[in-house]
């Protein structure tokens, strides 16, 4: 059970708190920030590609779902198309950019195009392209979430692809909280440790020894610990920008280090 203290001097509509968009809401952490964001009182645009998983969400969480956008947000023109669309009050006010993966943990001298692909496009340009979609329309007083990663604080051993992606997360959120500063929008980074969704499974391929193997002997951090995270930041009053959370399991200390039993 989470309690966050929400300053109502957040709402900056008449969609209560205000509206967060949230990418990648499909599963995971998108999926649990949906949920509580929602219970909280937010008004939801939710995306991702699985439209089954989408509607599914929606249906779920009804009202507080203004608006579920199917694209891939490595496709630019997709990406204006769905965004293009949002009506003024429909703007975020919490852009929380989220979707993201890691492919595949082979060495660099034995990694594959394809996936180093997926994640470059996914995890960097995807963010970028929202982000250049998005911000043009929000206003004084709006909050940017970006979810980095432990991997983009500390690199390791078949990780370099996706820790440079995450690494590039973390100097974006840092240029981009200097370029929005005179305009009022706050731009914040959540950096999660070990978390036990379906990211595992992305990473293997649906290898599901090797994402068992990744979560045994100690208690990972939950979607919802994320969510939660996410939703101290979004509820902050107005002077107050919280610009970074490391968020780890107790069980690691590092990229390197767990306490497993
Ligand atoms: P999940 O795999 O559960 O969720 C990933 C989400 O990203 C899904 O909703 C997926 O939706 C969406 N997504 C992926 N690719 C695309 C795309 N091309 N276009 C649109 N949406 C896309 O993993 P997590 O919830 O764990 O991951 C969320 C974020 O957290 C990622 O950025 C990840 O790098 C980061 N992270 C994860 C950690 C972990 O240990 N789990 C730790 C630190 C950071 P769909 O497939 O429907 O498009
Ligand atoms: C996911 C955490 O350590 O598996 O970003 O890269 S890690």
Redesign the pocket.
């Given at each position: 059970m989470y309690l966050c203290q929400i300053d109502m001097k957040n709402d900056k509509s008449q969609n209560g708190l205000g509206v967060m968009l949230i990418?990648?809401?499909?599963?995971?952490?998108?999926?649990?920030i949906a949920r509580m964001a929602a219970a909280q009182g937010f008004k939801l645009v939710i995306?991702?590609?699985?439209?089954e998983?989408?509607t599914a969400i929606a249906r779920e969480l009804g009202e507080a779902v203004l608006k579920s956008l199917?694209?891939?947000?490595?496709?630019l023109a997709a990406t204006q198309q769905a965004l293009s669309g949002l009506l003024p009050a429909e703007v975020p006010t919490i852009l929380v950019?989220?979707?993201?993966?890691?492919v595949g943990k082979e060495p660099i001298d034995q990694g594959l195009y394809e996936d180093w692909n997926?994640m470059i496009?996914?995890?960097v340009k995807?963010l970028l392209h929202v982000t250049r979609e998005l911000t043009p329309r929000m206003e004084a007083g709006t909050r940017i979430i970006n979810?980095?990663?432990?991997?983009?604080r500390q690199a390791y051993p078949g990780g370099a692809v996706?820790n440079a992606?995450?690494f590039a997360?973390d100097g974006l959120t840092t240029a981009m909280r200097m370029d929005l500063l005179p305009r009022g929008i706050q731009v914040a980074q959540?950096?999660?440790?070990?978390?036990?969704?379906?990211?595992?499974?992305?990473r293997f391929k649906g290898d599901q020894s090797m994402v068992a193997n990744?979560y045994q002997g100690y208690k990972?951090?939950q979607?919802e610990d994320?969510a939660d995270a996410v939703l101290y930041i979004a509820t902050r009053p107005s002077h107050v920008s919280i610009q970074d959370l490391l968020i780890m399991p107790a069980a690691q200390a590092s990229a390197y280090h767990f306490h497993k039993t």
């Open positions: 990418t990648g809401a499909t599963s995971g952490f998108g999926a649990a995306t991702g590609r699985r439209e998983r989408l199917v694209f891939d947000v490595r496709d950019n989220n979707a993201g993966l890691a997926r496009d996914t995890n995807g979810i980095g990663s432990i991997a983009g996706y992606s995450k997360v959540v950096a999660p440790g070990a978390a036990d969704t379906e990211f595992s499974s992305v990744v990972p951090l979607a994320v």
